[in-house]
C-alpha cells in the first residue's frame, strides 16, 4: 500500500510530502532531455546544474514557466519520474494533492491531474499554493480572524486573505523571482554590455539584491561574455544598479498586493494593522522586501518560520487530513 | 395461487428495491458536521503533528561546544 503524497509542483522548486512521514524529496524544477531522442537524461539538482552549460543535443529546462505549464508532455514526465523517485509504481497507487497557482486554468488544471493520474496517482487533487501557504504558515485560519499570506514564487506572486477555512480576497500575478533575475540579466546586457546567464544573475540577486535600503551593502563582480568583443569580461555591479533593475517587478508585486487589500472586506482590515500580513516562498526572501511592502501599504509585515516549505507542509496537511478537508480542493468548492 | 406468487413477488421485489435505494445513495453528512470537522482539521493542535515532522530539530547545545 503507497503512502499518499503532497506535492508543490513549483516554477522553481518541486517538494514532495509523503504521509506519516515528511519532506521526501526537494529539488529544482528542471528536466534534461536529449533533443534527438527525446529520452530524459537529469532531472532535478542534477539537471539544473546543466542549464546554460549543455551541448547542442542536450536540453535542460523548466516545465513551468510564470505558473504556467509550458510544455504538458514534459511536465507529465517529470511528475512520473518524480513519483517514482518517491517509490510510486503501478502496484502502488497513492492519492496526491498537488500546490498549483490559483491563475491556473482549467486546461492546466487537467492537465496536471491527468498527468499525476497517468503517472500512478489513484486519486489527485489540487490546491491553492496560497491556501497551503497559509495551513503551512502555522495562521490561525480556523478562526474567523483575517489571516493574510504573500507568496512569492519563481513564476507567480499570490497573495490571499483567508478566515474560517477558506479564502476571502485573492490576487495573483504571474511575476515571480525568475522575473526578478532577468531584470538583472536584461540590466546588465543594457548599461554594461555583457551577457550572463540565468543562474549567474540568480547570484548576483541572492549576493546583493535588494528591494530596499539595507544594512552592510557590498558590490559584487559579475563575470560574462562582452557582447561587441565576444570575449569574457568582469563588470562590478553595485546594490542601488540591482535595485533600480528590479524595481518594475518588485512594483508589480506590491501593486497585488495592494489590490488583494482593497478586495478584503473592512471588518478584517483591522486584523491585518494588528496581526499583520505573512510573507513566504523563496521570492520572500530577498532582502529589504518585508519592509518595502511594509512602508508602502501601512501594514505590517512577518516573515514566515519556514517560507520555502510552507506551500508543501500546507498540503501534506491537506493530505494527513483527506477526508475532513477534502472540501478544500480546487472543484470542490463549486 | 398464481396471483398469489405474483403478488408475493412483486411486494418482495418492491421492498428489495427500496432496501437497495435507501443505502446506495451518497450519504451526506448534516453540513454543520462537516464544516466541524473541517474547522477542526485546520486547528493549530490538528497540524502541530505536520509542522512538528517538517521543523528542523532544535539543534544539540552540547553537540556545538564538542563533547
Known amino acids: 500500500m503507497a503512502r499518499d503524497l503532497a506535492i508543490d509542483l513549483g516554477t522553481a522548486n518541486t517538494l514532495v510530502y509523503m504521509k506519516g512521514k515528511g519532506i521526501v524529496l526537494n529539488e529544482p524544477s528542471v528536466i534534461a532531455l536529449n ?28 516545465p513551468l514557466r510564470g505558473g ?35 491563475a491556473i486554468t482549467e486546461v492546466e488544471r487537467r492537465a496536471v491531474t491527468d498527468a499525476a493520474r497517468r503517472a500512478g496517482a489513484a486519486d489527485a487533487q489540487l490546491i491553492e499554493q496560497p491556501m497551503a501557504a497559509a495551513i503551512g504558515a502555522d495562521l490561525p485560519i480556523d478562526e474567523p480572524i ?17 478566515s474560517v477555512g477558506g479564502i476571502v480576497a485573492l490576487e495573483a500575478v504571474r511575476v515571480g523571482s525568475f ?32 528591494a530596499s535600503v539595507t544594512e552592510d551593502e557590498s558590490q559584487a563582480e559579475v563575470r560574462g561574455r562582452d557582447l561587441m568583443t565576444g570575449l569574457p569580461k568582469t563588470v ?22 495592494v489590490r488583494c487589500l482593497a478586495k478584503a472586506p473592512p471588518e478584517l482590515a ?3 494593522l494588528v496581526r499583520g500580513m505573512y510573507l513566504v516562498g523563496g521570492g520572500g526572501l530577498l532582502r529589504g522586501l518585508a519592509q518595502r511592502i511594509e512602508k508602502e501599504t501601512q501594514v505590517p509585515v512577518r516573515m514566515s518560520n519556514m517560507p520555502l516549505e510552507a506551500v508543501v507542509m500546507g498540503a501534506g496537511h491537506c493530505i494527513e487530513h483527506y477526508d475532513a478537508l477534502k472540501g478544500m480542493f480546487m472543484g470542490a468548492r463549486r | 395461487m398464481i396471483v398469489g406468487v405474483i403478488i408475493g413477488v412483486a411486494v418482495l421485489l418492491v421492498i428489495v428495491v427500496g432496501l437497495l435505494l435507501s443505502r446506495g445513495g451518497p ?31 532544535p539543534r544539540d547545545e552540547s553537540d556545538e561546544h564538542g563533547s
Open chain 1, 35 to 62: 533533443r534527438q531522442t527525446g529520452e530524459v537524461l537529469a532531472t532535478g539538482r542534477e539537471a539544473w546544474q546543466m542549464i546554460g552549460r549543455t551541448p547542442g543535443y542536450i536540453v535542460a529546462v523548466r
Open chain 1, 68 to 102: 504556467a505549464i509550458t510544455d504538458f508532455e514534459i511536465t507529465e514526465r517529470m511528475i512520473r519520474l518524480l513519483l517514482q523517485r518517491v517509490g510510486v509504481s503501478r502496484f502502488t497507487r497513492p492519492k496526491v494533492v498537488i500546490c498549483v497557482p490559483s
Open chain 1, 146 to 162: 483575517g489571516n493574510m499570506v504573500i507568496d512569492i514564487g519563481g513564476g507567480t506572486s499570490e497573495t490571499a486573505v483567508i
Open chain 1, 179 to 210: 522575473d526578478i533575475d532577468a531584470s538583472i540579466q536584461a540590466y546588465v546586457r543594457r548599461e554594461h554590455g555583457i551577457a550572463i546567464g540565468e543562474r549567474t544573475a540568480e547570484e548576483v540577486k541572492v549576493a546583493i539584491g535588494s
Open chain 1, 236 to 257: 562590478v555591479l553595485t546594490p542601488e544598479e540591482i535595485r533600480f533593475a528590479i524595481d518594475d517587478v518588485i512594483s508589480s508585486i506590491i501593486a497585488s498586493v
Open chain 1, 270 to 272: 483591522q486584523d491585518f
Open chain 2, 27 to 57: 450519504r451526506h453528512e448534516p453540513g454543520v458536521v462537516s464544516f466541524r470537522k473541517h474547522i477542526d482539521a485546520l486547528s493549530p493542535e490538528a497540524r502541530r503533528q505536520v509542522m512538528d515532522r517538517v521543523r528542523p530539530e
